[in-house]
């Protein structure tokens, strides 16, 4: 197996799929139909890590402005003029856990982010993951608008808007 991540495609969907149902809540599972448009619209943004099984590990990401937060189960609107590299969706599937690919994801998502001129990077923690981004540097905002206040309510909770500045 590799760490080095590679760019998602649609033939990637089955793997998405099952690594979502083994990470998440039946809420938090997103529909194939959902996934696919990511890819089409992100394409530059997706990436996926596999083993000797096939996928075991993916990252969604677009660009966004800071504080607008992505919403569970629909589509992903990039931002022309975005600022922020938006962390939609990171899950590593049980059998690939504590090979630290998630780490290796976030880095080189960050590092594309840096490399177009984004500043921040920010996502929504959901299962009680708060403490796993807090080590990668994000800290909660609490402070949003009602709009985006409405959509952090719309995950399962706890759900919290996490962000972190992406310098050299």
Known sequence: ??????SLTLDDLP?????????????????DTVMAGRLAIAADWSWGIRDDVGLCAYLLCYPCRQGHLGHLNAEFR????????????LAIHPRARGR???????????????????THSALISVQNSQAFWAQLGYQVQSALD??????LAAYP????????????
């Open 1 to 6: 197996m590799t760490s080095t991540p590679y």
């Open 15 to 31: 793997g998405l799929n099952d690594i979502q149902t083994h990470c998440y809540t039946a809420a938090m599972v997103e529909s």
């Open 78 to 89: 990039p931002a022309q003029n975005g600022n922020t590299l938006y962390l939609h969706d």
């Open 100 to 118: 630290k690919l998630a780490q290796a994801l976030v880095r080189h998502a960050q590092e594309q982010g840096r490399a177009a001129g984004l």
């Open 146 to 151: 009602p709009a985006q206040s409405a959509c």
């Open 157 to 168: 909770p706890p759900a919290h808007y996490m962000t972190r500045m992406l310098s050299a």
